[in-house]
């Protein structure tokens, strides 16, 4: 016997009893559960595209995402390595050998 056709539930608890696919999994970009199934597209980030989707018209979502809200593994270093120019392959001077040199001379 239908429900639907006995009961007059036709849009609330009857319906949403039978909702058991997922049309958004988790997206390999951002992390969200926001990647279409069908369409193959994320509509948090919009993974597979190369550009981040963000709009004008939600600043506060640009606000969340935006650069230094993460880890910033590569970034928070370069502040750092731009006062010493860049230098690779070098020994630093010891603090400790430079300050104990300098009060003998």
């Known amino acids: 016997c239908d429900l639907a056709s006995s009961a007059k539930m036709t849009k ?3 319906s949403f009893g039978r909702r058991h696919n997922k049309t958004h999994t988790g997206c390999v970009r951002c992390g969200r559960r ?3 199934n069908q369409k193959k597209l994320c509509g948090a980030c919009g993974y597979p ?3 981040i989707r963000k709009y004008g018209w939600s600043v506060k979502a640009i606000r969340r995402k935006t650069t230094g809200t993460g880890r910033m593994r590569h970034m ?3 502040p750092r390595r731009f006062k010493n120019g ?3 392959g ?3 001077i010891s603090k400790k050998r430079a300050t104990t040199a300098a009060p003998a001379s």
Do not use: D, M, N, V
Request: proline share 0%; no cysteine; aromatic share 22%.
């Open 76 to 78: 928070r270093h370069l």
């Open 34 to 36: 926001s990647f279409h």
């Open 12 to 14: 609330g608890t009857y």
């Open 86 to 88: 860049f230098r690779e």
């Open 90 to 92: 070098t020994q630093a």
């Open 49 to 51: 595209f190369a550009k």
